[in-house]
């Protein structure tokens, strides 16, 4: 059982391709996407696959046994049945999607539904953080937090002219989420839009790219090596929920494990020139929960096309405050 909780979002610096495998529809390899709304997400197993392979870089780095902490931490690689790992995270859900604007090139786009899950997803973490109140579900416009995209009485984005106004309401979430990711940017670029339009977006404005492979005796295409590949544009902003528990020890063991993982945290963090509340011969969620935030690096590589640049992501804690 997890008893601690924090909230980390991911800012897409470079396209991010996080597939669900080949599909018969118009893109070959698309992105994952949750099933009953059609936003698109990363699966909290990549979410946590691609921060172990992260956290082990750091740890060999550091020139520490960094097997050892990450199967403390992540769970055992190997024998899944030792025991279970004292890190949780859930699908990385979309929170603003980038869609090109007419006026101030491009709007983070999101829906009343989002920032209502938002909100349910805090309350279930137990933050203390206040939230605007989240516009309601039967908004029939565009909801702008300033004038930067607002063309008179309407916005465009890619082709479509839709009713806008300027709202309090989103003016508020935009300081609050600008805050809160630290991109400044979303204070004047935030659009709330009515939660079907905000779907036909992210289904339809999404990245398509057309990747080739060329044979070297011909100089022609190889045979099947045309397809499409969907990417998760950049600039859009998720989230994901990393949960803690104590450390899965039984017995001696249990004891023995934890303050040896107490002791490497305590000189990690002095390494880092900061000091963290660390009980040092107690087995704490707290404590793991503060290995996540001591190591986390600030950019992280997620999803496929490592070699091509692609997926580079910035990572937030979110701050109580």
Known sequence: MFQKGKLCFFHVRTPLHAGSGQDLGLVDLPIQRERHTGWPKIEGSGVKGSLREVFQQVLETRAESSKKWIDLVFGPEEDGNDHAGALGFSDARILLFPVKSMKGVFAYTTCPAILKRLIQDLEALGSTSTTPSPPGEDIDKALLASKACLIQNKI???????????????????????????IPEIQKRLVI?????????????TEVITRTKIDSKTGTVATGALFTEEFLPAE???????????LFYDGKERENKSKEFNSFLAESLLKNGSAGNIILDKNRAENVLLFFETLLPSVVQMGGNATLGKGLVRTILMEEK
């Open 156 to 182: 465009v984005l890619e082709e479509y002219a839709l009713d806008a106004a300027e709202d309090n309401a989103a003016s508020e979430w935009g300081k609050w989420l600008a805050e809160k990711t630290k």
């Open 193 to 205: 839009l009515p939660n079907d339009d905000f779907r036909d977006f992210v289904e339809l404005a």
């Open 236 to 246: 859009s902003v998720l989230y994901t929920l990393v949960l803690a528990s104590t």
